[in-house]
């Protein structure tokens, strides 16, 4: 029973550019949520996608962006990269929309130049 | 909008021991759920223990356990018989009822020793 995947490990990007973080949910698992989680510091929330729509947004400027597709599967896109961009991107999928428990990912480790 | 504090940054323990590690938070709702996740270095959140608010009845999982105080609005997560392998970073973590969306606190580091 696979956990959830995320995709790459490490990246690597410089300043204006644009990157695609990727995640399959645990098996069973219909939701998808996102959670930027700088050095030090605890994950903060970015955005849920439940039913192939976004139905939570944290406070994040426009620049963040994600997609769900029908198999459940999900992106991040972040466009116009800064340098305080840098961190760990983590995926927790659900069953369900609300108050189910999360199971993460290993993240993706974003570095910005 | 909620908060998350943890009011302490790092701990330590001796194996075998217990420890506390203490979380306060801040809301309006009255329906929320509270977890405890544990993160090592190899980076994967993993759930720890659920409470459910509306339950008076202190959530528990083998050798972890918590205090739910709920007028207090406070936390705490009690390991016993620490291990080697609960070294780790503790995040406690805030949900309110219908939603998704977790509020973390900044975290406290645990390292169990010899």
């Known amino acids: 029973d696979a956990g959830v995947t995320q995709s790459p490990t490490h990246l690597i990007k410089t300043r204006g550019q644009q990157v695609t973080l990727r995640c399959s949910p645990k098996?069973?698992?219909?939701?998808v949520s996102w959670y930027q989680q700088a050095l030090g510091q605890g994950p903060q929330f970015i955005f849920q996608y439940y039913e192939e729509e976004e139905r939570q947004r944290g406070n994040f400027p426009d620049r963040f962006s994600g997609h769900q597709f029908p198999n459940y599967s999900s992106e991040l896109n972040v466009n116009a990269l800064l340098l305080g961009d840098s961190a760990l991107y983590l995926c927790a999928s659900s069953w369900g929309q609300s108050n189910q428990p999360q199971h993460f990912g290993d993240g993706t480790r974003l570095s910005i130049l | 909008a909620q908060t998350v504090t943890q009011s302490q940054p790092e701990m330590s323990v001796q194996e075998a021991e217990t420890v506390t590690l203490s979380c306060t938070y801040d809301t309006s709702e009255n329906n929320y759920y509270l977890f405890w996740y544990k993160q090592p270095p190899s980076r994967q959140m993993i759930l720890v223990i659920r409470q459910e608010a509306y339950k008076q009845q202190n959530a528990t999982e083998n050798r972890f356990s918590v205090n739910f105080q709920k007028a207090a609005k406070s936390f705490s997560l009690k390991i016993s018989d620490s291990q080697l392998g609960d070294t780790a970073m503790y995040f406690c973590?805030?949900?309110?009822?219908?939603?998704?969306?977790?509020?973390f606190g900044t975290g406290t580091q645990l390292k169990v020793e010899l």
């Open positions: 098996s069973g698992h219909d939701t």
């Open positions: 973590a805030f949900q309110q009822g219908g939603g998704n969306k977790l509020t």
